[in-house]
Nanobody, 124 residues
């Protein structure tokens, strides 16, 4: 069992930056694989990035490669999504997610636990 709480969303102009945070708690959270997803108005929830806790490995959707960076502070049980060079099409509710499987996943159905989401709005 893991609990996830996102924060850090807000309004930013195109080209700006935001850092999202995901606070994770749970007795086995260190074994989980972590993911970031987003859902724009009228669209399906889509994969953004993922990482492992132990052997640090990261994965990114093509749409955010070179602009977004996922990281973690294990001592604080925090996962971060640094978003740079934001575009209006990045506007969405961003979700932190966790799964207990051996591999990271890129599908919503791969993940077992979800945060409540945080709104990111990028204006032009």
């Amino acid at each position: 069992q893991v609990q996830l709480v996102e924060s850090g969303g807000g309004l930013v102009q195109a080209g700006g930056s935001l850092r999202l945070s995901c606070a994770a708690s749970g007795r086995t959270f260190s074994s989980y694989k972590m993911g970031w997803f987003r859902q724009a108005p009228g669209k399906e929830r889509e994969f953004v990035a993922a990482m492992t806790w132990s052997v640090f490995t990261t994965y990114y959707a093509d749409s955010v490669k070179g602009r977004f960076t996922v990281s973690a502070d294990n001592a604080k049980n925090m996962v971060y999504l640094q978003m740079n060079s934001l575009k209006p099409e990045d506007t969405a509710v961003y979700y932190c997610a966790a799964r207990t499987a051996l591999r990271v996943g890129t599908s919503v159905s791969d993940y077992d636990y979800w945060g409540q989401g945080t709104q990111v709005t990028v204006s032009s």
